[in-house]
């Protein structure tokens, strides 16, 4: 059953039982399939084609998931907008991938009204909160449903990521990506009807949608949705909500280890705890162990491009296995391979692929770069990595240099490109650097012109007009010359060494 299909079965065998907790408030399976059918419905009224793009503008709420299944109830492609992003960066992914639609919270009505003339294109624009708009809609019980003719290979998700170019790329999953996917961490993270899952990382992102909250559902089990991560609310929330699973990025657990609530708070029926997107210090891992030893802990890895799922590290290794992403997934392979796409054994270096159902259809708009990215079925990841003797994967480095801040991607390139909009800047590089909490941070190396001056402050508040918040630049250097080699390709691992 695809995912959309397997709610509506849930819906009738369960439908008094939880699907989500959002604020102190449950929804069942019942009223929550009602909800996404009614604006399915609306959508099927108002004349959108099957395969029409739909943007989601929401924070984390059960509103955000309700959506997200209106979507595919209907053949439409779901499209989650980053919330951190700025308004150029929004209007280029919103003109880009020619959404027909936009929904979104009115907390952000301000900055969407700077992209206010691609938004008058669009056939609706539907408000949450406000004037009730999007909440009308989902109660709003008199329009019929049809039930499309929906196929494995009919685009269900498209998720936009940064690239190497600086531009951001539309990574299109199909309905036969998302069950893959829903199958394949049901079944490796032993999701069961009885598991109540804690969300407190944006939905919009892959992971906490495709590795969480969809396979939970699939599973009938209850998502707990936190509206952001805050330590004291998360605490009391996963011990109020009776969380059994809780997905955090490491420098979320640095930062829980560092709660004093956390010694206090009642964490009993917590059976799992997981985390990714960033490697995990041992000194987290031990500490977790030390504190909770009845629960388990769960490394996942995966890109957008598989939907997100290749590898995942379980509890017998976290300890003996220090810095390994662990074992290939259920229904997936995974190879290293040097640069003629030839298997190497374990223990030496090359580039991480990966094939699976979950591997993606490919960039929206972008055959060049889906070429380039999925060869004879095999997902080429970018990142560099290797296998030991026991077959457990190790990232070693990341092949397109991108920088993860506090689970958050960040491509130096994307923003270099705006450093070079500077027209006291001659040339400029970005780095990530060693950070105790958000595990790295970036950090700008400027080459000024001649005659030219700037401050750190000067640069950092340049970036912030153009770049969301985590991709600014945390510290600045000025050099006299960027370090490079015989082909003028800069050194980026020099760069590194100057920290």
């Known amino acids: 059953m695809f995912v959309f299909e397997k709610l509506e079965e849930s819906a009738k065998t369960h439908p008094e039982k939880p699907i989500t907790r959002f604020r102190g408030k449950e929804l069942t399976y019942g009223e929550f399939f009602q909800k996404a059918k009614n604006l399915a419905a609306y959508f099927q009224k108002r004349g959108y084609e099957k395969g029409d793009i739909i943007a989601l503008f929401l924070p984390n709420s059960d509103d955000f998931l309700i959506c997200y299944y209106a979507c595919q ?13 700025t308004s150029p960066e929004v209007a280029y992914i919103l ?16 900055l969407l009204l700077e992209c206010s ?12 909160g406000g004037e009730q708009t999007l909440e009308r809609i989902m109660d709003e019980h008199a329009l019929s449903f049809q039930k499309p003719e929906i196929g ?29 996917i829903a199958k394949i961490w049901a079944e490796s993270l032993e999701i069961t009807e009885d598991d109540r899952m804690l969300i407190s990382t944006p939905l919009f ?8 909250s969809i396979p939970t559902i699939y599973r009938n089990g209850t998502v707990i949705i936190e509206e952001r991560f805050s330590p004291k ?16 990025v490491p420098a979320m657990y640095g930062i829980l280890l560092n709660t004093p609530e956390i010694h206090k708070t009642d964490l009993s029926t917590v059976r799992l705890f997981t985390y990714g997107a960033a490697p995990m210090p041992y000194q987290h891992i031990r500490r977790l162990k030390e504190l909770f030893p009845d629960i388990k802990l769960q490394n996942l890895y995966g890109q957008t491009e598989n939907s997100p799922g290749a590898t995942t590290l379980k509890d017998d290794y976290v300890l003996e296995k220090i810095g390994s992403v662990g074992e290939p997934l259920p229904m997936t392979e995974v190879k290293i391979v040097d640069e003629c796409g030839n298997e190497l054994p374990p223990g030496e270096v090359g580039e991480i692929i990966v094939k699976g159902p979950q591997v993606m259809k490919g960039y929206l708009k972008n055959e060049e ?26 990232i070693v480095d ?46 700008a190396f400027i080459v000024l012109k001649d005659g030219r001056q700037l401050t750190e402050e000067d640069v950092i508040a340049f970036c912030k007009k153009k770049l969301a918040k985590y991709k600014c630049p945390q510290e600045v250097a000025f050099l006299e010359t960027l370090p490079r080699n015989a082909s003028g390709k800069v050194l980026k691992h020099v760069l590194r060494m100057e920290n």
């Open 73 to 85: 109830l209907g053949g439409y492609a779901v499209m989650p907008v980053n919330t951190k992003l």
């Open 95 to 110: 003109e880009h991938s020619e959404a027909k639609a936009i929904i979104y919270d009115t907390a952000y009505k301000e």
């Open 117 to 128: 003339s691609l938004l008058e294109k669009m056939k609706d624009r539907i408000e949450r």
């Open 152 to 180: 494995p290979d009919d685009t269900a998700v498209v998720f936009y990521t940064s690239g190497t170019t600086g531009k951001p790329k539309g990574v299109m999953l199909s309905a036969g990506n998302i069950r893959a």
């Open 205 to 212: 992102h892959c992971a906490a949608s495709h590795c969480f």
């Open 233 to 248: 609310n998360t605490l009391a929330t996963m011990e109020g909500g009776k969380a059994t699973i809780f997905f955090g």
């Open 369 to 394: 770069e889906t070429k380039k990215t999925i060869r004879n079925g095999w997902l080429y990841s970018g990142d560099l990595g290797r296998m030991d003797e026991d077959g457990l994967l190790y």
């Open 398 to 443: 990341r092949k397109k240099d991108m920088i993860i801040r506090g689970g958050e991607n960040v491509y130096p390139v994307e923003v270099e490109e705006v450093l070079d909009e500077m027209d006291e800047v001659l040339e400029a590089a970005v780095v990530g650097i060693p950070h105790e909490i958000y595990g790295e941070v970036r950090k």
